[in-house]
């Protein structure tokens, strides 16, 4: 992370790595290491594999309306979602959830999350729809766009 946001490159084949902002990157190893010469790590992983932000924040977003309405934290609609989504298992005598936290999923299980939970939601909590963060974004470009419109007119 550069200035707390990721700093993003690309990797071809036969591992030449190419850096959006390479001068930055640079000056932000140098920070680190600074003139001990520390050891610095940098992390590599697969973009189609890893989940992204707007998962996680429109998955957050989505299922808000259906805690507050049932009156359940985030976080207890959270755990029921995931139990249902990847299932429980016994371990000593105990009923403990396959996928305990957000976290852990890859970018392929938190679609899944999205997707079922909206199934979900309106089999478990009597028909509540949830707007799927997809569509939340479109509503609110049409939105954006119209009012846009009405400010040119006026």
């Given at each position: 992370m550069i200035n707390d946001k990721p700093h993003w490159g690309?990797?071809?084949v036969g591992g030449k790595l190419t850096l959006d902002f390479p001068t930055p990157f640079k000056s932000w190893i140098a920070k680190i290491a600074g003139t001990s010469g520390a050891e610095v790590g940098v992390?590599?992983?697969d973009?189609?594999?890893f989940k992204t932000s707007e998962q996680q924040r429109g998955f957050h977003a989505m299922i808000h309306p259906l805690a507050r309405e049932q009156g359940w934290t985030v976080s207890a609609l959270k755990q029921y979602l995931l139990g249902e989504v990847f299932g429980w298992v016994k371990f000593k005598g105990q009923r403990v959830l396959v996928e305990p936290s957000t976290q852990a999923l890859n970018k392929r299980q938190?679609?899944?999350l999205i997707e079922r939970s909206l199934d979900i939601a309106v089999t478990d909590f009597d028909g509540?729809?949830?707007e799927a963060p997809s569509e939340w974004t479109?509503?609110?470009d049409k939105e954006r766009r119209l009012a846009l419109k009405?400010?040119?007119v006026a």
């Open positions: 690309f990797a071809h992390f590599v992983f973009k189609a594999w938190y679609s899944e509540f729809q949830l479109a509503r609110k009405r400010a040119k």
